[in-house]
């Protein structure tokens, strides 16, 4: 085992992407930012003892508190707290673990769905190629937050106010995976379509392999480096989409914290004096949001040879 362990580290030591991170401080510092982020996301409780989510944990009193460097700051609220006396930093780590969540899973969902759509298309061919491109390029015509804000919708109309409520982040996942997956549909559509003519899928066929094999076994490997990079970038528009749909007020529930819900609430008392509860939320929205475009930027020109 510990010889297989060192065996993995040399290769991965070894190769052409772990050279081309080290080289990278863009990419180094945009890893660090997000590794840390992520961390004080899902491991809150251990970066700040309070919760947002505890009413009994909570100061109408503490309400509106500016932060700690300012004259009327308190010391234990180093970024302030917002109108119900809730912490802004746990509020915001709070809120941007279901972002993170959301955007993930969205992300997730549109590959899954517009690789298999785009692998097929590409390697059946005929009319069933046409119809899932020309329904790619129709859905390709419409705004992305536009299709996530129809798919929400129509959900409010089908179920009850209370199921949507309980059921809001599920529905989020689907209206903006279901607006995401065309890019991921052409990328592997188009990648399809150079492995498919290559020799090992024609001597793959020869000998009989069965199509689901040649598809998901043999091409899907090799037409994964594009779709990574779209996917990370995608990663990014999915948490800003998120953010957008609860500032508009139909994303998660007031009551889940959010980046977006946060920048709403706060929106509200912008110009009454407290700026830090809109200001916060937004900064932490966009330095997560930036590291990610530019750890996306780095895998593009380090996985396409032909940027290099």
């Given at each position: 085992m510990d010889?297989?362990?060192?065996t993995?580290l040399t290769r ?5 992407i772990y050279?081309s ?5 863009t990419?180094i510092?945009?890893?660090l930012?997000?590794?840390?982020i992520?961390?004080c ?6 970066v700040?003892?309070y919760n ?15 932060p ?6 308190i010391?234990?609220f180093?970024?302030?707290?917002d ?8 509020t915001?780590?709070?809120g941007?673990?279901i972002?993170l969540i959301v955007?993930?899973?969205a992300v997730i ?6 690789v298999?759509?785009?692998l097929?298309a590409?390697y059946?061919g005929?009319k069933?190629?046409?119809?899932v491109m ?8 419409v ?6 804000l ?13 199921l ?6 599920y529905?989020l996942?689907?209206a903006?995976g279901i607006?995401?997956?065309p890019?991921?549909?052409r990328?592997?559509?188009a990648a399809t379509?150079?492995?498919?003519n290559k020799?090992y899928?024609?001597?793959?066929t020869?000998?009989g392999v ?20 779209i996917?990370?970038?995608g990663?990014?528009?999915?948490i800003i989409?998120?953010a ?5 007020g139909v994303g ?13 609430l ?6 009454s004096g407290?700026?830090w ?12 949001a930036f590291?990610?475009?530019l750890?996306?930027?780095w895998?593009r020109?380090?996985?396409n040879?032909?940027?290099?």
């Amino acid at each position: 085992m510990d010889n297989k362990k060192i065996t993995l580290l040399t290769r991965i030591k070894d190769s052409d992407i772990y050279f081309s991170f080290i080289k990278s401080p863009t990419a180094i510092i945009s890893t660090l930012i997000l590794i840390i982020i992520f961390f004080c996301s899902f491991f809150v409780e251990l970066v700040t003892p309070y919760n947002p989510f505890d009413p009994s944990s909570l100061s109408l009193m503490d309400a509106f508190t500016p932060p700690s460097w300012t004259d009327e700051g308190i010391a234990k609220f180093i970024l302030g707290t917002d109108g119900q006396g809730r912490d802004m930093l746990a509020t915001i780590l709070y809120g941007s673990r279901i972002s993170l969540i959301v955007g993930f899973s969205a992300v997730i969902f549109a590959l899954v769905l517009g690789v298999g759509l785009g692998l097929s298309a590409g390697y059946f061919g005929g009319k069933y190629e046409m119809f899932v491109m020309r329904f790619t390029d129709v859905q390709l015509t419409v705004p992305s937050i536009l299709m996530a804000l129809l798919v929400d919708g129509i959900a409010r109309g089908i179920i009850s106010r209370e199921l949507h409520d309980e059921m809001a982040i599920y529905v989020l996942i689907f209206a903006i995976g279901i607006s995401e997956w065309p890019q991921f549909a052409r990328v592997s559509r188009a990648a399809t379509l150079v492995e498919k003519n290559k020799d090992y899928v024609s001597a793959s066929t020869i000998i009989g392999v069965s199509n689901i094999i040649i598809m998901f076994k043999h091409i899907l490997p090799n037409i994964m480096r594009p779709v990574l990079v779209i996917g990370t970038i995608g990663l990014a528009l999915a948490i800003i989409a998120e953010a957008t749909l609860s500032f508009l007020g139909v994303g998660v529930p007031p009551t889940t914290p959010s980046l977006g819900t946060l920048i709403r609430l706060g929106n509200d008392f912008l110009f009454s004096g407290e700026w830090w509860i809109t200001f916060f939320p937004a900064i932490f929205l966009v330095i997560l949001a930036f590291s990610i475009n530019l750890l996306g930027d780095w895998m593009r020109d380090t996985l396409n040879p032909k940027l290099n």
